[in-house]
């Protein structure tokens, strides 16, 4: 199993190396998309048993690596381009935000009532977080999530006077 950091990351820069040049070599691969193939890569990988499930490469990945891959699509896209697109590619992109929205917002509200319930009755109980996990001891003090702690007024629980 490759764990160590800098092979890791090697070995995702690889498969998406690799997805890329799929994409502009083979016409299946341009159908499917270099970010569909890279993700089957990963897939592949880790239940290949090659890939740990867990890593914190993947952290720094999701992190500020995604965000700068956003800002750089959105930096490349050129207006021309939206204009040859046409009316129509534009009303399907605004039903797609619109039905995302709507979706989001009836998923929130839905799922609302349970994960407050939830975390109401873990913070009676003790000090696990809304998602039932336990709290994580750094420096000798156990670590409440920041959702334990705006259920609990912001402060853990703990009265200050």
Do not use: C, K
């Not at 995702?12 to 690799?18: P, R, S």
């Not at 890939?51 to 699509?73: H, K, Q």
């Amino acid at each position: 199993m490759i764990a160590e950091p800098a092979a890791l990351a090697a070995v995702i820069a690889a498969a998406t190396a690799l997805a890329f040049w799929l994409e502009g070599r083979y016409r299946w691969a341009r159908n499917v998309g270099a970010a569909l193939i890279a993700i089957l890569f990963g897939a592949a990988l880790s239940n290949l048993g090659l890939v740990p499930v867990g890593s914190p490469v993947y952290e720094g990945i999701f992190g500020p690596v995604t965000s700068l891959a956003i800002a750089w699509l959105l930096i490349s896209v050129r207006l021309d381009d939206l204009r040859e697109a046409g009316p129509t590619m534009l009303v399907a992109f605004l039903i797609g935000v619109a039905g995302t929205a709507i979706g989001a917002l009836v998923g929130a509200t839905v799922l609302a009532g349970a994960f407050w319930r939830r975390g109401l009755e873990a913070g009676r109980r003790d000090d696990r977080d809304v998602l039932g996990r336990e709290p994580q001891l750094r420096g000798g003090r156990a670590r409440a999530g920041p959702s334990t702690l705006a259920l609990r007024g912001g402060h853990g629980g703990r009265q200050h006077r």
